[in-house]
């Protein structure tokens, strides 16, 4: 066969062939034929690539068209902004996110799920670097069972659901309270030299 005859051939055929001839001469012949197919592949790549960047840039009608159509959405967003603002319940903000249709809108949002999550956990998180308050304290202990156990049963007390870990200060002193009167929770190292 020829070069010219092999250069029909696609290049799983020729890697077929190849892999089936002895014959050095044919093997050379139809290794040349896949390095012209190849070469032939890259000059079409390297052509198509030259094509797209020489195209002409997209009519300025049409960047008109796109960009007023971003005012009027941008407006529309400004106002879901503000009434985001506003809206400081979570379960509100969740419905209106399944209802919203467009990206930009359904991103701001979630953003504002965010901040509202954020702002509760840093109301319910103790002050970096400061002293946690007692009550608060013995509560997430409490909560977290390292802190005494129930005397009958050895087991961590349990919390009523009404003392979870929360953010006033009073409610949850008044909470530890009530614990300790039911004995639920041991009581403090103040608390019982107070005692005594």
Known sequence: MSLESYS???????RALLDGTVDLDERRLIRSAIREL????????????????????????????ENQHRSESSDNLDVLARKLQSIQDIDELTKMLRAASEYEERKLIRAAIRQ??????????PQAG??????????????????GSDRQTGSPP???????????????????????????????????????
Do not use: H, Y
């Open 38 to 65: 190849r070469r032939r592949e890259i000059e079409d790549m390297e052509a198509a690539l030259a094509s797209k960047r020489f195209r002409p840039t997209r009519l300025k009608q049409q960047e008109d068209k």
């Open 8 to 14: 029909a051939l696609d290049e799983s055929s020729l």
């Open 116 to 125: 509202i999550r954020d702002e509760q956990q840093q109301a319910c998180e």
């Open 130 to 147: 400061g002293v946690m308050e007692e009550g608060v304290l013995e509560i997430w202990l409490a909560m977290r069972g390292a802190e």
């Open 158 to 196: 349990a919390v009523p659901q009404q003392s979870s870990l929360c953010c006033n200060g009073d409610v949850a002193k008044n909470n530890i309270n009530q614990q300790q009167q039911q004995g639920l929770l041991p009581l403090t190292s103040q608390q019982r030299i107070s005692l005594s």
